[in-house]
């Protein structure tokens, strides 16, 4: 009797699992069409550092902002869930253009709107 309800309890498992990972990845979809990414007027934001935090779900980023002169002088990406190597380059063309108003990298849109969202979300908020 007990063998026939391990292998059922397992399937009862697996089916609430792939329920709940469907479940998530729809929030997640949801959540990633939703996001969208606001100028930053530099000119308004003292010299500090901000910390942000972004997240998808499935992907998030916690960054640290800091400002100098009007001038974003540094951007540390203290936390990315999904794939650091998307992160960096963002962060690279933020810092270039000194503007959230940069060019995704192909096949990895959803981690880098989810950095630059943090970005925002630090720049908006009060220095740490």
Known sequence: MI????PMLSITL?????????????KYKKKIAATEIQTIDLKTI??????????????NAKVSVEIEDHKIVNIKLV?????????????QRVLNKQSLE???ITGA???CKTV?????IALNKEKT
């Open 3 to 6: 063998r026939g309800r391990v």
């Open 14 to 26: 697996l089916l609430v699992l792939i329920l709940l990972s469907g479940c998530a990845l729809i």
């Open 46 to 59: 003292e010299d500090g550092i901000y910390e942000g935090f972004y997240d998808t779900y499935l992907i």
């Open 79 to 91: 936390e990315h869930k999904h794939d650091r190597a998307s992160g960096e380059p963002m962060i």
């Open 102 to 104: 940069v060019d995704m």
């Open 109 to 111: 849109t959803n981690s």
């Open 116 to 120: 630059l969202k943090a970005i925002e």
